[in-house]
């Protein structure tokens, strides 16, 4: 055994030490790291004692109102009600398939963040710099109308592009956030049991990486549901849409944006609390 290989076995042994040594009891008090939430509701935790908190309020307050205007006073929010609900498939629509399409960019866009290639790390930034750089209505009426005329786009597609492209941008540093998060000593660790870069990235990094960025991932998710509101510009049939065209007939605008406020947010809160259940489901499975 030459000089050489003696120096990567003895660098290898002391790795293995200092991950044997490892307190597991303080590792499992420490809490996991986690990306904060920020542009969603407060939403109530398990085994919260106290009845009222800001998101119980909240929407039984919205619930409340909008029942009440239906139900008090059907003439008009009955009908506004029932023809702007009309737009919610649409809108649904439009941010799952957005969603889907912002997390395979945004992933490609964190992992470019972090390699350790010049070049790819370089266009990554310049895509994320320049996308966060430009408003969401400006990227979809650019996507629509200027690249429609040589790619024929129709309002459907072009509305799930831009969204794409746009949210793909933040996902893109959620993911980075969430790979930087992840201890060092775990790649370490990965490498003293011998296994390579990738199936480190894959069976360690990865797995550990998900839980980080979901909470996250969850609230773009939320934001991308009140943002496609703005693809009614390109005459799709959403829940503004809807609105917007019963104003046009009735001229009740006061009305109108009320139910379709409350509409929006109801599912925003639903939305926001289905993914507190889902954050706390996978911490509680570990």
């Known amino acids: 055994m030459d000089n050489n290989q003696i120096d990567e076995a003895l660098k290898a042994e002391s790795i293995r030490k200092k991950v ?19 542009d969603g509701p407060l939403i109530p935790k398990k085994g919260e004692k ?23 006073k059907p003439e008009p929010y009955r009908q506004i009600f029932i023809v702007c609900i009309q737009g ?7 941010t799952v398939f957005a969603i889907i399409g912002a997390v395979v960019i945004g992933t490609f866009a964190g992992l470019g963040s972090v390699s350790k290639h010049r070049w790819i790390n370089m266009i990554s930034g310049v895509y994320v710099e320049l996308i966060r750089g430009i408003p969401l209505l400006v990227q979809l009426i650019f996507i629509y109308y200027a690249l429609g005329r040589f790619l024929h786009l129709e309002g459907m597609l072009a509305a ?11 996902m893109g540093e959620i993911v980075r956030a969430g790979i930087q998060a992840i201890p060092k000593g775990q790649t370490e660790a990965a490498t003293a049991l011998g296994m390579s870069r990738s199936q480190t990235f894959i069976h360690v990094i990865l797995p550990q ?20 509101s703005l693809v009614s510009q390109l005459a799709l049939a959403d829940i503004l849409r809807k609105g917007r065209e019963y104003i046009s007939r009735t001229f009740l605008s006061l ?13 925003t809160l639903v939305l926001s609390r289905l993914v507190g259940m889902l954050e706390e489901r996978l911490h509680k499975n570990g």
């Open 160 to 170: 799930i592009i831009s969204l794409s492209i746009c949210f793909g941008a933040y």
């Open 20 to 38: 044997l040594s490892v307190d597991v009891a303080a590792l499992n008090d420490k809490k996991p790291a986690t990306i904060t939430m920020t």
């Open 255 to 267: 009305e109108t944006m009320l139910i379709v406020a409350l509409i929006y947010l109801i599912l």
């Open 209 to 228: 990486t998900v839980k980080v960025v979901l909470p996250a991932i969850g609230n773009e998710f939320i934001s991308m549901l009140k943002d496609s």
């Open 50 to 72: 106290h009845v009222l908190s800001s998101w119980r309020v909240t929407f039984i307050g919205a619930i409340a109102l909008l029942l009440a205007l239906i139900i008090f």
């Open 88 to 94: 919610a498939p649409v809108t649904f629509q439009v």
